[in-house]
């Protein structure tokens, strides 16, 4: 069973890219599938449909995480970012996601350099520091519980206690709103 899960989570950071461009263009069919349900007084709610998805969905996750184990160049997320690649607007935004989430992953090489608190007046704030210029830090502060959106800050490094906190925890601790 273990094997199953760390399958799932391979295939979840190699899609998550794909997987959180799909939740956005579904987000925005949701809003139109309801606008276009109340003009015309109709409904999509069948849970078990739903579940459906959500089983196919886990399936899909552990194959890809199953081929990703024994192929590094995993032929469908080439195809798939050859496509994105094609879509105007879209790309951009694959691309983007596609870093953060390599950044928190641990994958990002050079990019990533610490977990740290930074100072807001009192206050501190758990922040990722992703760039070093001179005396300033670039440090980006998630926003809770979902880190995929934030605030990029570029402030002297004084007002940054470093930590050892490693990138996973850091984000256990945003996302666990501060729990773990």
Avoid: C, Q
């Avoid at 109709?42 to 959500?54: C, G």
């Amino acid at each position: 069973m273990p094997t199953l899960f760390r399958l799932i989570g391979k295939g979840l950071l190699a899609l998550a890219p794909v997987i959180i461009l799909l939740w956005i263009l579904t987000f925005a069919y949701g809003i139109l599938a309801r606008i276009i349900g109340v003009i015309f007084n109709t409904t999509a709610n069948n849970s078990l449909a739903t579940l459906a998805i959500v089983l196919m969905l886990l399936l899909i996750l552990a194959y890809a995480g199953h081929l990703l184990e024994k192929n590094k160049d995993f032929i469908l997320l080439k195809l798939s970012e050859f496509v994105i690649d094609r879509i105007p607007g879209v790309a951009s935004v694959y691309h983007i996601i596609k870093d953060v989430v390599k950044m928190f992953s641990g994958s990002g090489g050079a990019e990533y350099l610490g977990v740290g608190y930074l100072r807001l007046g009192e206050h501190k704030v758990v922040g990722f520091i992703t760039k070093e210029e001179d005396e300033h830090l670039w440090v980006f502060v998630p926003t809770t519980p979902n880190p995929t959106s934030g605030f990029l800050f570029r402030v002297e490094k004084d007002k940054v206690e470093r930590t050892d906190i490693s990138v996973a925890d850091g984000l256990k601790k945003v996302v666990s709103l501060g729990i773990k």
